[in-house]
């Protein structure tokens, strides 16, 4: 129960750290860097997740993402292939839940970031893009590492979307906190402290990388 | 040639705060702005760039439009090739100060921007670091960094917005020498915001006065501020005359120093420094006095001839814009004017004691 778990919980977070990672980083720079009328809506949107109960966001994904939803509906009736209750909608529910933080993180970095680096890009004939890889990026990466170890921690961790979205099928879409919950009703003490103790474990290395990622630098 | 014409209004709650209207022409060499804080000078800048966008306006270097509102143009900054030199340099702290270097040059290989980043560096006296870091630099190396970096991308023009106000005395006339220098190496014209009167005589070749959004005078510097042509440029450029030489003799034992001001010669308190050093003199026009006829035996070091070109007044004061070889602006009250009779055309001398000719540079 403990090794399928953790394996199953190191693919989910992995790729949903990855996706959050992009996903995340670029709605921060629009939030961070644009201008448009509707921009602390969709900061508040994107937030959602964050102060949601759980179970509500999983309820809301079914509703978009399950068979009959909103637009499962149309993934049914193309591939007949549903998202719900497979390896994948844990991976789904995990992205949801983190990328409050990873947006949230990725904004304020990149707003701390002083546009006028960008204008001498700019001036110095970059685009945009080489402006944002070569300049913003790298001036951003302390916090925008920082935010990838939160989300990452913030993944891992996640439970209620999850059970609402994937279930709780041993092998297939139980993760570790879902482990430990089934663990502990079951009476498995003995599984469930294993589990808990690898994920404090995490948690506190997550927290001390965070803590050495957004220590200022060391003036010279 | 920069020919600019730009319209812009700022508004606050509706209300326009700030209108800047100027049209200019720049040719090759230095050009000063000059003009209170809030006068536009940024804002002129930032519209060469294409950083802000003027309302209304055509703007061209060489032929080229950047901006013109009859017909919708408007190059973005990364094709307009501006060099931009800010006040705090700016340099990318995650880069050294080859690599800042070599970002802005477009050669292919990344040997070949190496080579001509340490080149423009050692252009600059700064290839020495090469390999630090910005933090590790000094104020006046950054700066040479930044220049070094402004000219990688090859400029059809470079910006300068107040690049040495941050700098030390010292540093500061040394890297306005290097400017100058420089401009005339990369033969681009270089438009420069400055604070410094002292610092526009001395680099300029032609100086632009900005007040309240618009140009109010237009020309050589020593013209622009020793002969301000009514009350508001007189305000906006101070009372005090501005003048650019070089040592020509010193007598120490006598305590004083000759400055060939190229047009007629100033006795000045002695310093030190080498014979043929460019120095700027500044002397307040109301330390001059004026004679309309020659005294003979007097303390004042300094006996200049000149004619009266123009009396700018200004309520209870006047400025008599007078030509003795250089312009010198002499303040006298409306009193002095009336009572000697001083108008446009007439002869008249100056005094200037040696202590009121103060060393700026």
Same mark, same amino acid.
């Given at each position: 129960m403990i090794w399928p778990a953790f394996k199953l919980s190191l693919l989910v977070v992995s790729l949903a750290t990855l996706l959050i990672s992009v996903v995340g980083t670029a709605f921060g720079f629009v939030l961070a860097k644009r201008q448009f009328r509707a921009k602390e809506l969709l900061d508040a949107f994107l937030t959602l997740p964050m102060v949601l109960p759980p179970t509500v966001t999983g309820y809301y994904l079914i509703l978009l993402l399950g068979r009959r939803g909103l637009l499962g509906r149309y993934l049914y009736a193309i591939t007949g292939w549903t998202l719900a209750f497979t390896w994948e909608a844990a991976v789904v529910a995990a992205s949801v839940m983190a990328l409050p933080i990873m947006v949230k993180s990725a904004r304020a970095a990149l707003e701390s970031v002083d546009a006028r680096y960008e204008t001498v890009s700019f001036s110095l004939g970059k685009g945009e893009v080489e402006t944002f890889f070569r300049v913003t990026l790298p001036l951003a990466f302390r916090g925008i590492m920082a935010g990838i170890v939160l989300s990452f921690a913030r993944a891992l961790g996640e439970f209620g979307a999850t059970l609402m979205?994937?279930?709780?099928?041993?092998?297939?879409?139980?993760t570790m906190p879902l482990a430990i919950f089934e663990a502990f009703i079951s009476g498995e003490d003995k599984q469930a402290q294993t589990l808990a103790l690898i994920l404090t474990f995490t948690s506190i290395v997550t927290i001390y990388f965070t803590n050495v990622l957004t220590r200022p630098p060391k003036s010279t | 040639m920069l020919d600019a014409k730009i319209k812009k209004e700022f508004k606050t709650n509706g209300r326009v705060t700030f209108a800047l209207d100027v049209s200019f022409v720049v040719r090759e060499g230095v050009t000063v702005l000059f003009g209170?804080?809030? /006068?536009g000078k940024t804002t002129i800048l930032r519209s060469i760039a294409g950083i802000v966008t003027p309302d209304v306006g055509k703007i061209e270097l060489d032929e080229r439009v950047y901006f013109d509102s009859a017909t919708g143009t408007n190059l973005p900054i990364q094709r307009r090739r501006v060099g931009f030199v800010f006040q705090d340099y700016l340099l990318f702290p995650h880069l050294t100060a080859v690599q800042n270097v070599a970002y802005a040059i477009g050669s292919a290989t990344s040997k070949g921007r190496r080579d001509r980043a340490i080149e423009l560096l050692d252009l600059l006296g700064i290839a020495y670091a090469s390999d630090r870091r910005p933090q590790q630099l000094s104020g006046g190396e950054q700066q040479r960094v930044a220049l070094a970096r402004a000219l990688g991308s090859d400029p059809a023009i470079l910006l300068l917005d107040?690049?040495?106000? +941050?700098?030390?005395s010292a540093t500061r006339q040394r890297l306005l020498g290097e400017i100058v220098d420089l401009q005339r190496k990369s033969r681009i014209p270089f438009l420069y915001i400055t604070h410094s009167p002292a610092d526009a005589v001395r680099a300029g070749d032609c100086a632009l006065i900005l007040n309240a959004g618009r140009i109010v005078q237009e020309g050589k510097p020593a013209e622009v501020f020793n002969a301000p042509r009514d009350s508001a440029v007189s305000r906006a450029v101070g009372s005090e005359n501005i003048l650019a030489g070089r040592v020509k003799d010193h007598n120490e034992r006598e305590g004083i120093s000759v400055i060939d001001l190229a047009g007629c010669e100033l006795v000045i308190p002695y310093n030190a420094?080498?014979?043929s050093t460019p120095v700027t003199i500044g002397i307040r026009s109301d330390d001059i006095v004026v004679s309309r006829e020659r005294i003979g035996?007097? /303390? +004042?070091?300094n006996l200049l001839e000149g004619t009266i070109n123009q009396v700018v007044q200004d309520g209870q004061q006047a400025d008599l814009l007078t030509a003795c070889g250089v312009y010198l602006k002499v303040r006298v009250t409306a009193q002095a004017l009336n009572a000697l009779d001083l108008r446009p055309g007439v002869k008249v001398y100056l005094l200037i004691k040696a202590s009121s000719c103060h060393l700026l540079s």
């Open positions: 979205l994937a279930g709780n099928i041993p092998g297939k879409t139980q | 209170p804080s809030g /006068s107040e690049p040495l106000s +941050a700098l030390d420094l080498p014979k035996q007097t /303390s +004042a070091r």
